[in-house]
């Protein structure tokens, strides 16, 4: 495992016309880093091996046996979660949002991954899975499991904060511009706490919504970070064929996979910023890779019933 994980340069001026169809960064010094916490674990994947860091030890700590968690059908926090749970010895029970996914011969490839880590799948509708923040619910779930260390959708909780503090070290202070995807908003408080105030902290968050800004409040100490919402591509999961093209480019360019779910649309929105001339020339910025890979298999068997071309 890499305790350290690497930094990439994007040179502008070797690749920037394929990216681009303009040479932008010729007077401009923009520099473009990545910081690969996708290497981190090859099935915990970037910033949820950092959330379930101090939530895994908490659970040890408190002698839990079994840990119960939310998530989607394509979540990598599930899947996390999942493995995670059978590398440190807890049973885990994971409560997926839609019961219409409870046919096993449909499980995706996510789900199965979950499955065969020994995690216990719980489907329940949609409307049930608005109440996993609720008391008495989390009741019904302890009468039903017993015991157990909750830790919470998206796996976002103060610990999960404290770890994604860690993404950043002292070489990453020099950096004007911190860039993350945003789904729950725990790492990119993480970052927010761990940078300095000459820092930005962007987000771009890969779902609709504007609960997040105050979710992202309750756990950042200082107010250095925006949200970018103009590259969601639609909402949570949603994809559009510009967005599988342009991550395939950029794998054949730099050798980087993307994820669709989340670093696509981040790398996309930071590109598209870049051209569009959002960044003060000499800006330095640093791209968070936070993983997510595990999820271009499923959303490869979506985009084949679409008859979309599929992501490399
Ligand atoms: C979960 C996830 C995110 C979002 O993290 P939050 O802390 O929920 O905002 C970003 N990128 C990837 C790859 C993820 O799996």
Redesign the pocket.
Same mark, same amino acid.
């Not at 495992?1 to 016309?17: D, Q």
């Not at 010094?29 to 690969?36: C, D, P, Q, V, W």
């Not at 599988?244 to 989340?262: A, G, W």
């Given at each position: 495992m890499l305790e350290n994980s690497c930094l990439f340069l994007l040179n502008p001026n070797f690749k920037l016309k394929t990216i681009n169809q303009e040479v932008f960064f010729k007077d401009s010094a923009t520099s473009l880093f990545i910081k690969r916490e996708d290497l981190l674990h090859p099935f915990i994947? %970037?910033?949820?091996y950092r959330?379930l860091k101090y939530n895994i030890k908490r659970a040890k700590e408190t002698d839990a046996r079994l840990l119960l968690t939310f998530g989607g059908a394509f979540s990598?926090?599930i899947a996390s979660v999942a493995y995670a749970g059978r590398e440190h010895g807890f049973n885990t029970v994971g409560v997926v949002r839609g019961d219409e996914l409870s046919l096993k011969q449909s499980l995706n490839p996510t789900l199965k991954f979950a499955c065969d880590c020994g995690m216990e799948l719980k489907f329940i509708s949609r409307k049930d899975y608005r109440r996993k923040g609720d008391k008495h619910y989390i009741e019904i779930l302890k009468a039903e499991y017993g015991e157990f260390f909750l830790i919470p959708e !998206?796996?976002?909780n103060s610990m999960?904060v404290k770890g994604?503090e860690e993404i950043l070290e002292s070489i990453d202070l020099h950096f004007d511009y911190i860039c993350?995807?945003? !789904?729950? %908003? !725990?790492?990119?408080s993480g970052l927010i706490n761990a940078s300095r105030p000459h820092q930005k902290i962007l987000g771009f968050p890969?779902l609709k919504g504007d609960f997040l800004r105050e979710d992202i409040r309750k756990f950042a100490k200082r107010d250095n970070w925006e949200l970018i919402t103009d590259y969601h591509f639609g909402g949570y999961a949603k994809i559009k064929p510009e967005l599988i093209t342009f991550i395939n480019r950029f794998k054949t360019d730099y050798h980087i996979p993307l994820?669709p779910?989340?670093?696509g649309k981040m790398m996309y929105g930071i590109l598209d910023l870049i051209d569009h001339g959002f960044f003060p020339e000499h800006a330095k910025i640093l791209a968070i890779h936070? !993983?997510?890979l595990q999820g271009i298999e499923g959303m490869n068997i979506k985009l084949e019933k679409k008859g979309w071309s599929l992501i490399e």
């Amino acid at each position: 495992m890499l305790e350290n994980s690497c930094l990439f340069l994007l040179n502008p001026n070797f690749k920037l016309k394929t990216i681009n169809q303009e040479v932008f960064f010729k007077d401009s010094a923009t520099s473009l880093f990545i910081k690969r916490e996708d290497l981190l674990h090859p099935f915990i994947s %970037g910033n949820k091996y950092r959330k379930l860091k101090y939530n895994i030890k908490r659970a040890k700590e408190t002698d839990a046996r079994l840990l119960l968690t939310f998530g989607g059908a394509f979540s990598n926090h599930i899947a996390s979660v999942a493995y995670a749970g059978r590398e440190h010895g807890f049973n885990t029970v994971g409560v997926v949002r839609g019961d219409e996914l409870s046919l096993k011969q449909s499980l995706n490839p996510t789900l199965k991954f979950a499955c065969d880590c020994g995690m216990e799948l719980k489907f329940i509708s949609r409307k049930d899975y608005r109440r996993k923040g609720d008391k008495h619910y989390i009741e019904i779930l302890k009468a039903e499991y017993g015991e157990f260390f909750l830790i919470p959708e !998206g796996g976002t909780n103060s610990m999960a904060v404290k770890g994604c503090e860690e993404i950043l070290e002292s070489i990453d202070l020099h950096f004007d511009y911190i860039c993350c995807a945003v !789904g729950t %908003g !725990g790492t990119i408080s993480g970052l927010i706490n761990a940078s300095r105030p000459h820092q930005k902290i962007l987000g771009f968050p890969a779902l609709k919504g504007d609960f997040l800004r105050e979710d992202i409040r309750k756990f950042a100490k200082r107010d250095n970070w925006e949200l970018i919402t103009d590259y969601h591509f639609g909402g949570y999961a949603k994809i559009k064929p510009e967005l599988i093209t342009f991550i395939n480019r950029f794998k054949t360019d730099y050798h980087i996979p993307l994820d669709p779910i989340y670093t696509g649309k981040m790398m996309y929105g930071i590109l598209d910023l870049i051209d569009h001339g959002f960044f003060p020339e000499h800006a330095k910025i640093l791209a968070i890779h936070t !993983g997510g890979l595990q999820g271009i298999e499923g959303m490869n068997i979506k985009l084949e019933k679409k008859g979309w071309s599929l992501i490399e």
